[in-house]
């Protein structure tokens, strides 16, 4: 059965840090490119940013460049999504997703797989 799981979100306050981390089962996450992507209350899906398969090549939505790190272990078959300087307008539920097309694509048609997201409050 295939599986895409998010964790590590929560309640933060604005200019701090959180990691996410995203884990498959059911496949072999390694050979994916994997996309992070949220969904604040009221808006569309967004794209955050992507990694490649070996984790040499990532992209970044313009709003989180500078301000998050996309990188990954294919060892532990996680990746993982480093944000910091956290905004109350980063509020949102963040999904995983899992693409075997290998590119860095924001379009979520191209995205096989998807978690479930977790939450991620930004608020003091």
């Known amino acids: 059965q295939v599986q895409v799981v998010e964790s590590g979100g929560g309640l933060v306050q604005p200019g701090g840090s959180l990691r996410l981390s995203c884990a498959a089962s059911g496949f072999t996450l390694e050979y994916y490119s994997v996309g992070w992507f949220r969904q604040a209350p009221g808006k569309e899906r967004e794209f955050v940013g992507a990694?490649?398969?070996?984790?040499?090549?990532?992209d970044y939505t313009d709003s989180m460049k500078g301000r998050s790190t996309i990188s990954r272990d294919n060892a532990k078959g996680t990746v993982y999504l480093q944000m910091s300087s956290l905004k109350p307008e980063d509020t949102a539920v963040y999904y995983c997703?899992?693409?075997?097309?290998?590119?860095?694509?924001?379009?979520?048609?191209?995205?096989?797989?998807w978690g479930q997201g977790t939450q991620v409050t930004v608020s003091s």
């Open positions: 990694i490649s398969p070996s984790g040499d090549s990532t």
């Open positions: 997703a899992a693409s075997w097309q290998g590119g860095l694509g924001s379009n979520q048609i191209s995205y096989n797989y």
